[in-house]
């Protein structure tokens, strides 16, 4: 009989290995693309992350640069400091070197190009704001004494420098037994030897490199230096590091990594006793104090005064960052600016001016004191200082400059000792690759009427900063490449950049001369509808120079702007006969503060989740009570 069931009987297979090889193919393309997906979204994510934490970084400093700004005070002085350093100026600098020893060195930042450049700009001020030291009781573990007080606090932003080899402090409870080897001895810090690179006529820089195919002796010299021994022992570095510790590698790290620092230094003095006292190296006899902001302090008497041939002989330890105070009272800092050396006689000592080199008026005396206007002091007989000659004429810019420098600030405190936290107290940015500094004169900036010597005759007008829109970049005496498109937007003040429309004073001035008066004097209607034009009574050179070089070979470019204690007087009192009062005589050291300051930076992530960074950029208007009443609108 037959079998139907078997007839009918439905036969089962598996997948054949085409369909597997298909399957598992297309498995993985959905695996790849969620994958790549799956990292566009992560990227997406980190990157948004990264700009968020850089943009709360920057509003966090752009609130604290606000906040001292809208503090600044006019009692002091204001300087800028530009530096513009080469991506590849340690790779120059090694192949310079004989036989180029050592592995080369990399680029400053190596996200940008071989010849891009770096800024490092500085700004300091003085800022009026009661202020605490935060540093103090560096003879106990206790802290039970008081901190320093002060009203006013100079205050300087730019960079600072990192050292993280160097040792700890060792606090003074300590025991000899109990310090660990190779640290510094008890009461004492370890910090760079700036005084001897200076006799090296060399500096600590934030990009400074440490070649390590050369010997140790060409790296980084430092010092023991104590910071809580008696008045009369403080900061003796008669204790000399051996050999073998002297020198350190303080190669820096690159421009991404580079801290943004505010570091603030209180003005206070305890005690009635004259400058450079040892009395002056302790407040209170608790928070170490440097004795002066000037690394030069030309208020020394005795035989440590500049008719000695020295100027200050106390350690830089404002640099060292280990302190926040400093034994020189506002008031103090304006009296040595006004004199030029001991003040004995301050009739024949006084720095009239805050000039530039060659700006010299021999047997002048235009307002009747007795002293030759502009005529240099002989603040040293002999032997030259500083690298100066003798009878060399330091007037107030010497000073002002004098105050700026790197300081050593660190991301972590090498103990917990107050000594040592003041390194992180100063850190304000933890990764900014660009820190750059610009000024502006609002328009208007330096009129003046001021009275006319004529009995009887109206006052005169001495016209302000004129801008006119449509000028162009540069007039037809600059650069031609610039002269073809009207400059428009505020003009801004600096390290020469003419690409972002920036350029020093002087050059605006070079290309937009004053308008010269006649008889005298410009009328006041004179001035509208011209081009633009720089202020009748602000000299320029008074105020700001641009330097080639920075340093020797590879050129660096350098730009100083120094404003002095002169905002509110434009003319020279002239005295004449029975003491009649004339003013008709432009003041040269006249220098009102800028309207506003701009602030541009770069900042990073220090997490590398963004190559390049982000720029920041802001502008602070500076407050009237600072630029003076010759400040123009804003």
Known sequence: MFNKTAQTRTVRRGFTLTEILVAVGVLLAVVVITGRVFKVATDVTASGQATID?????????????????????????????????????????????????EEPTLLNPTLPVDATVRCD???????????????????????????????????????????????????????????????????????????????????????????????????????????????????????????QRYVNATQPDARQWVLARQAILLADDDQQYPGNESKRQYLNNVPSAMSIFSND???????????????????????????????????????????????????????????????????????????????????????????????????????KDTVRWPRVERVAPSLTKVDQALVNHALGSSCSSFQVEWTYAEGTGEASVPNPIDGAPNQYWHGVHYSPWDPLLSASGDPEYTDEPWLGQRWFGLRDIDRGVMPYSDFVWNYPRLEPEDGFVNADSIKGKVSAGAFAIDPYAIDREYPTFGDDPPYEEYWATFGLNQDQPSLPLTQGSGATWSYERDRSFAPWPSAIRITMTINDPQGRLEQGQVYQFVVEVPEQARGRFSGGI
Not at 86 to 92: G, R
Not at 135 to 143: E, K, M, N, P
């Open 298 to 400: 030309a208020r020394r008497t005795g035989s440590s005064s500049l008719n000695g041939g020295d100027l200050n002989t106390d350690p830089p330890v404002i640099a060292y960052g280990r302190v926040d105070v400093a034994a020189i009272p506002i008031d103090q800092v304006r009296g040595l600016l006004l004199t030029s050396r001991q003040q004995g006689n301050a009739q024949n000592e006084i720095m009239r001016r805050c000039m530039h080199d060659g700006d010299i008026v021999a047997n002048v005396d235009e307002d009747g004191d007795g002293i030759n206007d502009m005529e240099p002091r002989a603040v040293l007989e002999s032997p030259a200082i500083f690298g100066l000659p003798p009878n060399t004429y330091l007037g107030q810019r010497f000073f002002m």
């Open 54 to 102: 850089i943009m709360q970084e920057a509003a966090a400093i752009e609130a604290r640069i606000r906040k001292d700004i809208s503090q600044m005070s006019s009692e002091g002085f204001l300087v800028i400091h530009s530096v513009e350093v080469p991506n590849n100026v340690n790779i120059l600098e090694w192949q310079n070197e004989d036989g180029s020893q050592g």
């Open 122 to 244: 500085q700004l300091s001020f003085f800022v009026s704001n009661p202020t605490s030291s935060q540093v103090s009781s560096v003879g106990s573990a206790l802290g039970t004494h008081p901190s320093a007080q002060g009203q006013n606090a100079f205050v300087t932003y730019g960079h600072g420098v990192q050292l993280p080899g160097l040792k700890p402090y060792t606090p003074e409870f300590l025991d000899n037994s109990s310090v660990p080897l190779g640290s510094p001895p008890v009461g004492y810090g370890h910090d760079p030897d700036i005084d001897q690179l200076e006799a090296d006529e060399s500096e600590l820089t934030p990009w400074r490199y440490d070649n390590p195919g050369l010997d140790e002796d060409q790296w980084l010299p430092t010092v023991w230096t104590d910071y809580s021994s008696p008045v009369a022992g403080l900061y003796s570095q008669d204790q000399q590091i051996p050999d073998a």
